[in-house]
């Protein structure tokens, strides 16, 4: 629900796919408390292949922002 609401409201995409890895990490650690699923089980039921790559596209992303910053100054 949350991630549709800041769908429409235009939010940035990197804040978004932050919200949706915030989220698949809590179901990941309530699958491997509550429901004693494996490590690896609970891993691939709580992360979408989807979820992981943009996640990392936008630490990439992040990061040479960043360096791309420094090196201006």
């Known amino acids: ?13 990197s804040k978004i796919v932050v919200v949706l890895f915030l989220s698949s990490l809590a179901l990941f650690i309530v699958r491997l408390t509550f429901e004693n699923e494996s ?12 979820s992981v790559i943009a996640f990392i596209v ?15 100054q």
């Open 1 to 13: 629900m949350i991630i549709l609401g800041m769908a429409v409201t235009n939010t940035a995409f």
């Open 39 to 50: 490590l690896l089980h609970a891993f691939m039921d709580s992360f979408g292949l989807f």
């Open 58 to 72: 936008v630490v990439i992303n992040y990061f040479r922002n960043r360096s791309d910053h420094n090196e201006n």
